[in-house]
């Protein structure tokens, strides 16, 4: 499905049967492909009312769009997340296709996912329930940095960290034993409790700016420099 709105504001992007529930959970990044050429990609979830897979939105200037679905069977649950750039060669995403995991993927095609390596379990009690990434790796000095969202007892979500191998992204070099942060008392009440939940985060000049979004209904953001962050990592 192509379209080219008139304004972003008058026209509704939920209009085929598998977005009939909404769309969410938009993890944007910018690709840079090997000839230098960068386009705006974002990963979503899909729902139409029954069931939930994974699509992806393109664009080169935010004025063009394209939506497609993915395939393959590492897409037919939430949490996908691309990396900003190829990986030897190949296309490489974050996903959850077992709803638990965090699974390494390459493909030659963008659209088409499937097999994959798992990369991160959970390991703490604040992670016990699943484990999912908080938005696209972020290429540092020191290899790929995550922020991850672990769900423990009682549904409650905390957001973490962890760093993968710059050329093996498969490999966990490091990862926060305890969280970065998690809600208050007084702030896990809200359209769905209990959730700290983020898209997507930046690194500007060494400092971790990340935006996250409190019960589904508001949204802050935290920052930490790297090295803190880092420290912070068994």
Not at 7 to 26: F, K, V, Y
Not at 181 to 187: A, G, Y
Request: glycine share 8%; with cysteine; hydrophobic share 40%.
């Amino acid at each position: 499905m192509r379209w080219q709105p008139r304004s972003l504001g008058d026209r509704d992007l939920s209009d085929n049967p598998s977005q009939r529930g909404g769309i969410e959970d938009l993890r944007l990044v910018r690709f840079l492909d090997d000839d230098g050429r960068a386009t705006y990609f974002g990963t979503y979830t899909a729902f139409s009312g029954q069931s939930v897979r994974q699509e992806l939105l393109s664009t080169p200037d935010f004025r063009t769009f394209e939506l497609r679905p993915l395939r393959g069977d590492a897409t037919g649950s939430k949490g996908m997340a691309l990396f900003p750039r190829r990986i030897a060669g190949h296309f490489a995403m974050l996903g959850r296709e077992d709803n638990e995991n965090i699974w390494f993927l390459t493909s030659a095609d963008i659209h088409d996912w499937s097999g994959g390596a798992k990369a991160i379990e959970p390991r703490w009690p604040w992670e016990f329930v699943q484990i999912g990434n908080c938005g696209s790796p972020i290429e540092i000095d020191e290899g790929w940095l995550v922020v991850t969202h672990g769900v423990g007892a009682v549904r409650n979500y905390c957001i973490g960290a962890c760093l993968l191998d710059r050329d093996d992204p498969s490999k966990l070099l490091a990862r926060t034993k305890l969280p970065l942060l998690r809600s208050d008392m007084d702030e896990r009440e809200g359209y769905v409790p209990n959730v700290a939940y983020s898209c997507g985060a930046m690194v500007h000049n060494r400092v971790l700016v990340l935006p996250y979004a409190i019960a589904d209904s508001f949204t802050t953001f935290a920052t930490i420099p790297l090295e803190r962050l880092l420290a912070a990592m068994d």
